[in-house]
């Protein structure tokens, strides 16, 4: 887990660090945890070999990570709370 920092804090935390912490912070590193294994689950999606297109779900599929592979709006859903959400 060299370079992925978030991924290797979590892992070294018990259930109640994990869902105790601050909400604040809980939400930001929990971003930041999707953004570090983004790489892994697109691999795992390019071993599928989708030619027709595939249906998956999950956390890590943050619309900002999305809009990095130039994938248009009009192919993916994205089920997103409203901005206040995070306020």
């Known amino acids: 887990m060299d370079g992925y920092p978030i991924c290797k804090k979590i892992a070294g935390m018990n259930a109640e660090e994990i869902w105790m912490r601050e909400p604040v912070i809980q939400c930001r590193e929990e971003f930041e945890f ?7 689950v697109l691999a795992g999606l390019a071993r599928r070999n989708g030619k027709n297109g595939v249906i998956t779900e999950g956390a890590a599929y943050v619309p900002k990570l ?6 248009s709006n009009n192919r ?3 089920i997103t709370p409203r901005e206040e959400f995070y306020s």
Do not use: A
């Open 34 to 40: 999707y953004e570090e294994v983004f790489g892994y």
């Open 76 to 78: 993916y859903i994205s």
């Open 66 to 71: 999305i809009k990095r592979l130039g994938i």
